[in-house]
């Protein structure tokens, strides 16, 4: 534990001691512009990681947050006379401002749609700086002297402290936002935003507050590039630049801040470094040499395909030999930095700290940070009443799809503390009805009211405030997030510091609770061993179970329960009625989707079986089963006689 | 005069818009079968053009330099697939973004060793005399590139429909684990799709060369409006991006006329993102409910 | 992994200082890839033609021996931002003599400073947009700066706005279109001829000011605008491809009307892409592809046979550089030194002539007064004559300039 604390602390200061040490010793005004650039561009990448690897947006907007940020610094010196700290300021207070913009075509863009739409915000960024001649001096550019801060006066060597202060100031706030509830969100968003809605965790606020935050500190930097370089002009913040600081931080690692930093590290010395012959046949040696290295390892191990072993050596290869066939090293720049791309992009998929992360923890024996012990289940599900009295009550709700009616005038009450099963053949509207209960649907008409108060309609988030969770069918679990994760994400009611002293680190006592709570419903559904594990390389049914437990953290007055045991095999099945009997009797309602009818029977107070949107029968699990309608809906014939034997071999348990 | 100038400012722009629309289509056929897209594809019709022109340079006929220029695209298109996308899409990352902007890194660098950092004039049999249709001054070059356009997007969608290695294109494109069922390979499909985008690069690349001039920047400004154009239009869109691209064409033509040559592409960026604010598959594409 | 890379920076700033020892260390940067490389690289290889026949010859007397060149080579891809880190990188190296280079005026303003700073001697070659020397100059609102390391070896453009103004005023043209590219050096291109205009007596009316972008190829609306407004000539301020764009769609547009402009017009990417639609445009020149002396032809074939070309690419710079070197080395050989503040004294008071491939130095630059940027301008109005292209070369425009410059050569 110590050694964990060591190691990660004692790197981050290590670092910092170096960095600010630096130019103790060295004079040379070009490497202390080099780390000057360094800093500013950590600060630009890890702003830019938010995004890209947090949010897991492809953001191409961020080269004219620098720009916007950069001549926003710039017009307060030049235009209205301003310090350096306003100046600094008002850069990333215009990033803040227009990179919350920016999230709102990110709440229903994706991919390649949402790529386009920050590339477009960024050549607009770069037409206005161009045009508005009067103001930005357009083409022309901008000259600007570093203006004193706070009535001091910056040498070349006190601006780059100042840089360094701020990037160790940015490393720290980022390194606890990120620990906390904040991080977990911006990385759920990633992975299935329905489910964040659907958890409690507004996607609306996460996102925007993600992407100005980003932004932000997009901005922030480019105030400073602005007083490093002194000199702007619309054209140095374009596609170009996107490109090479996305490279950067993927290079670097995503989801990191050592890789942002690695990554700003690889961006700004590289090109510089391989203006030099010897340096660069070095490093295209030692590159070929991990390359095979690797390789050889992988081969041993058996952990990566073919071609991501032959792939790096064959290109670094190709650096070693090119390097002796031409002559000129300067003009191929570009195809050797693309080559050493290449290969790490291929070779490490999470980037080179990534790599050196891991390899690091396992050969320093680096324990991971221990999880808190669980709390008991009872301090985290109280009882609730159940006092039979209606909880749900839905009247006459309907939802069209263009012609289809997909729910048809449905009413029906669920009482509290009963087990509501919910059936009826494929298409019959049950997974429709649920999504407009939850929220992800609204209804086309009708009412719903929840504990007598009007239920919210169409805001997963607000139907989940309510006090009503819901699993999903299809999986939506948060696959990047270990199981603790995607518990603690969802959990209700721990998370109370306010995010100033969050900023500060001082949550660290929200988060101890959190992982408590969170490992007591891992344990309830049996998956204690599986905390570190990430969703996505659970067992389906471990994946079910994680569901319930999410969806549980909600701490549910009403728990939907869509289809638990789709896809399970005979004895999970059996652990899955216990389960539920176990979470019932907590004195949370539950409703049940399923189409085992065992389960059904095991289990439901009421069923009620729909068919075509509608309402056909309810009543007991036996009086359903034997209800006509029910049985044509089911096998398409009417008659009771013939169907009987056939309901039977379907349904074994009746 | 002024119905005359409009009338000329929107052929001309159109023009420009059809070449958008040829790349764009490009982008279609990969991301149809795999969801993926070249974001090096301005390198390959690059790429293609130089390859091209040398054939031309060593007194290949025009005929010839066509089929080699189109080979020459297909393999690079293959190589893109093969080392870019692959092994992304079998990680389920989206690596293949930075990948193929890498490769294209690569290709820039090499163009630019090999051919030189210069434009150069590609030769062309079609005149560039100006036509008088209505008032308007076209150039014969002009009109080929319009055919030309039409021509490569009809043979294709012909293929598609028509051969059964097309079929299985379109399998794929519509439901890639059915196919798989089906027995068609995906990877197979996504090769041929590459190649066939690849193709389809390497052409625009030799129709547009004889007006833009051959250089390793000459498809850098091309690709961003041909991406645009792909997206705003539907990346599932087929003909749609003809639409979208002369649409986009026309009004920067329009815009710099009478707005002022510096805001030429404002007005169709803040269309694009209004585009993809009220229809974020794209005009022309298919709209997805939300499915849990 | 950081600390190795520190290391290596550090390393390689060490290699680099110890190496000093009886060479002149001369440094070239410019833009070698991207879209102005035809201009960065033409002046790197005349420059390096240059030095290799310096280095062939023994290298530069100074004292008893003779000191060769040395190269350090920095392609700053016309970007400003490695265009400053590359001014800071060679401000930092002790044994610099001095730097020759820039094309993109965005870098000599982002970069300069750094070498300023050091006193480190700078000869601007090919980067005409006037701001680069005016930076230092004396302004309204402040006075320039006393001592001035940075000189410029090009025709900077308010030479040339002012011969192309003059041009169309002889003419007799009464209405002008601008166009210009959205870059550093043609908004300032611009500036420049509307400043021109109004000195030269406002005889000329602006139809259209218009734009176009980097990597533009359809002209139309920009050029219909000029038409419409009845435009009789065009001044334009771009670099090669979208100049050749311009031209092509005023063939297309049936604009018969005359095409001048800055002295990019006589790069190969223009010419060769403008086709015969190039024929008759004018630019003011600062050397001809033409061996019309001894000198010229020497470099012209000297420059062929290196680069294994038929034609330069651009043959004003890779004559600027050359001529640039050998002023350099006058400076050097009076200097007695390879010290760069030395060199820097010698080159405002040069004292004996440089017979360069453009024309024979004569005094090119004097001590810097901040009330004259003429002080470190090396090109007057004498020097830059008017080229045309004519079937795919360029070739003088006026054949009296031609025979001036014969005489002045055989002076």
Request: charged share 15%; hydrophobic share 50%; proline share 3%.
């Amino acid at each position: 534990m110590l050694k964990r604390f060591l190691f990660l602390r004692g790197a981050e200061f290590f670092a910092l001691l170096i960095l600010a040490i630096v130019p103790l010793w060295v004079s040379n005004s070009y490497a202390l512009g080099l780390l000057t650039l360094l800093a500013i561009y950590g600060i630009l990448l890890i702003g830019l990681d938010v995004t890209v690897g947090y949010l897991g947006q492809v953001n191409l907007g961020h080269a004219a947050f620098l720009g916007l940020g950069a001549y926003a610094a710039g017009l307060c010196v030049t235009l209205l006379g301003w310090g350096m700290a306003g100046a600094l300021l008002m850069s990333s207070l215009v990033g803040l401002v227009f990179g919350g913009l920016l999230a709102l075509p990110a709440l229903r863009l994706a991919g390649p749609q949402f790529a386009l739409a920050t590339l477009s915000f960024s050549a607009l960024t770069a037409t206005l700086l161009n045009e508005w001649e009067g103001l930005t001096g357009g083409a022309q550019g901008l000259s600007l002297a570093r203006p004193p801060l706070l009535g001091l006066s910056l040498s070349a060597h006190g601006f780059y402290w100042l840089c360094i202060v701020l990037l160790a100031v940015v490393w720290l706030l980022m390194r606890n936002l990120l620990a906390s509830q904040w991080g977990r969100a911006f990385e759920a968003l990633r992975d299935s935003s329905i489910a964040c809605d659907a958890m409690g965790v507004s996607t609306y606020r996460h996102k925007v507050a993600g992407f100005a935050l980003g932004s932000g500190l997009g901005g922030l930097a480019g105030g400073l590039y602005a007083f490093n370089f002194q000199y702007l002009q619309p054209q140095s913040f374009t596609y170009e630049l996107m490109v090479i600081l996305l490279l950067g931080v993927v290079l670097g690692g995503r989801k990191s801040l050592w890789g942002a930093f690695f990554g700003a590290c690889l961006i700004v010395l590289l090109p510089n470094l391989l203006s030099n012959r010897l340096l660069f046949e070095m490093l295209a040696a030692a590159g070929l040499l991990l390359a095979l290295i690797a390789a050889a390892r992988a081969y041993r191990h058996q952990s990566a395909q073919l071609f991501q072993r032959l792939a790096p050596i064959f290109a670094m290869g190709l650096l070693v030999v090119g390097g002796f066939m031409v002559d000129n090293t300067e003009s191929w720049r570009k195809a050797i930095f693309a080559l050493m791309l290449f290969s790490v992009v291929v070779g490490l998929p999470d980037g080179v700290m990534g790599f050196v992360a891991k390899f690091l923890v396992r050969s320093l024996a680096i324990a991971p940070a221990r999880i808190a012990a669980a709390a008991r289940l009872e301090s985290v599900l109280s009882p609730q009443r159940a006092d039979g009295l209606p909880l749900l009550e839905l009247q006459n709700v309907r939802r069209y799809f263009g012609g289809v009616k997909a729910v048809d005038d449905i009413s029906l009450t669920v009482n509290a503390g009963q087990v509501h099963g919910l059936i009826g053949p494929n298409g019959s509207g049950k997974s429709t009805l649920v999504n407009v209960i939850s929220g992800l649907y609204a209804p086309s008409s009708g009412a719903m009211r929840l504990q007598g108060k009007a239920l919210p309609v169409g805001s997963l988030l607000k139907v989940s405030r309510a006090g009503v969770a819901r699993t999903f069918q299809n999986l939506q679990l948060f696959a990047e997030l270990s199981a603790l994760d995607n518990v603690m994400l969802a959990l209700r009611g721990v998370y109370r510091t306010p995010l100033a002293l969050l900023l500060l680190g001082l949550a660290r006592r929200d988060e101890r609770a959190a992982q408590a709570e969170a490992m007591a419903l891992l344990d309830l559904l049996g998956l204690q061993n599986e905390a570190r594990t990430l969703a996505k390389d659970l067992t389906y049914g471990a994946q079910r179970r994680l569901e319930i437990a999410r969806a549980l953290a909600r701490k549910p007055t009403l728990l939907i329960l869509d289809e638990p045991a789709a896809g399970l095999a005979k004895p999970d099945v059996q652990t899955l009625i216990v389960l539920i009997r176990t979470i019932h009797a907590r004195g949370i309602s539950i409703i049940l989707i399923e189409h085992h009818m065992d389960v059904v029977s095991e289990l439901c107070d009421v069923v009620t079986v729909l068919d075509g949107g509608k309402v056909i029968a309810q009543g007991t699990p036996e009086v359903v089963k034997r209800h006509p309608k029910v049985i044509k809906a089911y096998l398409g014939v009417a008659q009771e006689e013939l169907a009987e034997p056939l309901i039977q071999k379907e349904f074994p348990a009746c | 005069m002024n119905t005359q100038i409009i009338a000329q400012m929107v052929v001309s722009g159109a023009l420009m818009g059809l070449v958008y629309a040829l790349i764009a289509y490009g982008f279609q056929l990969t991301y149809a079968t795999s969801k993926s897209i070249n974001f090096g594809q301005g390198e390959l019709v690059m790429l293609s053009a130089f390859f091209s022109l040398t054939l031309l340079n060593f007194g290949a006929p025009y005929w010839l330099m066509i089929i080699g220029g189109l080979l020459f695209g297909a393999a690079l298109g293959l190589l893109v697939e093969r080392a870019a996308v692959r092994l992304a899409l079998q990680q389920k990352s989206e690596g293949w973004i930075l990948l193929s902007i890498i490769l294209g890194l690569l290709g820039f660098s090499a163009a630019e060793n090999i051919w030189g950092r210069d434009d150069r004039p590609f030769p062309t049999p079609i005149s560039a005399d100006a036509l008088h249709v209505f008032g308007i001054n076209i150039t014969p070059l002009e009109i080929s590139v319009a055919i030309g356009v039409f021509a490569v997007m009809g043979l294709v969608e012909l293929f598609k429909r028509k051969t059964l290695l097309g079929k299985a294109f379109e399998a794929v494109a519509a439901d890639r684990d059915a196919a798989e069922l089906m027995g068609i390979s995906a990877t197979r499909t996504i090769m041929l799709s590459y190649g066939l985008s690849g193709m389809v690069a390497a052409m625009a690349g030799i129709l547009i060369a004889p007006i833009t001039t051959v250089g390793p920047t000459m498809a850098s400004a091309l690709i961003l409006k041909a991406f645009a154009v792909a997206v705003v239009a539907g990346l599932d869109s087929g003909f749609g991006v003809v639409l979208i691209g002369i649409f986009l064409g026309a009004l920067e033509s329009l815009t710099s006329f009478y707005v002022g040559s510096g805001w030429r592409e404002a007005p169709g960026l803040i269309l694009l993102i209004l585009a993809l604010a009220v229809r974020p598959n794209g005009v022309f594409g298919k709209a997805a409910i939300v499915k849990v | 992994m950081k600390k190795t890379l520190l290391a290596t920076v550090l390393l390689g700033a060490v290699a680099q200082t110890a190496l000093a020892a009886d060479v002149v260390k001369i440094a070239l940067t410019g833009p070698f890839s991207g879209g102005s490389a035809p201009m960065g690289t033409s002046m790197r290889d005349g420059a390096k033609l240059a030095i290799s026949e310096i280095n062939l010859a023994g290298g530069i007397k100074v004292g008893s021996k003779k000191m060769k060149i040395e190269i350090v080579e920095r392609d700053d891809e016309g970007k400003n931002e490695r265009g400053a880190l590359i001014a800071q990188e060679l401000a930092a190296m002790d044994d610099l003599s001095g730097v020759i280079g820039t094309v993109n005026t965005g870098i000599a303003l982002s970069g300069d400073k750094h070498l300023q700073e050091k006193g480190i001697t700078k000869i601007i070659t090919p980067a005409a947009g006037s701001a680069s020397m005016t930076q230092w100059a004396n302004k309204a609102d402040k006075p320039g700066v006393k001592e001035l390391s940075i000189f410029r070896f090009a025709a900077h453009d308010g030479i040339q706005s002012a011969m192309v103004v003059e041009h169309a005023i002889n003419q007799k043209f009464s209405k002008v279109a601008i166009l210009h590219d959205a870059t550093n050096y043609g908004v300032s291109g611009r500036d420049d001829l509307l400043d021109q205009i109004k000195k030269q007596g406002n005889k000329l009316e602006v139809v259209a000011t218009e734009k176009f972008n980097i990597g533009d190829k359809d002209m139309t609306a920009q050029l219909l605008r000029a038409k419409a407004g009845g435009a009789q000539a065009i001044l334009i301020w771009g670099i090669g491809p979208e100049l050749a764009a311009v031209s092509n769609g005023m063939a297309k547009n049936e604009m018969k009307i005359p095409l001048v402009g800055g002295w990019t017009l006589s790069m190969s990417n223009y010419i060769d892409n403008a086709g015969k639609n190039g024929d008759g445009t004018l630019m003011p020149q600062t050397f001809i592809e033409e061996a019309i002396t001894p000198r010229a032809k020497s470099f012209i074939d000297g420059y062929h046979k290196a680069y294994n070309v038929t034609r330069i690419p651009s043959p004003v710079s890779a004559a600027q550089g050359y001529d640039a070197v050998y002023i350099f080395a006058a400076a050097v050989e009076q200097a007695q030194s390879e010290n760069t503040g030395k060199i820097k004294l010698a080159l405002e008071d040069l004292k004996k002539p440089v017979h360069g491939v453009i024309t024979t130095w004569q005094h090119p630059f004097s001590t810097w007064n901040p009330a004259n940027v003429e002080s470190h301008e090396a090109f007057r109005r004498s020097d830059t004559v008017m080229g045309m292209i004519s079937e795919g070369h360029v070739v003088f425009a006026n054949q009296a300039d031609r025979a001036r410059l014969i005489k002045n050569a055989s002076k």
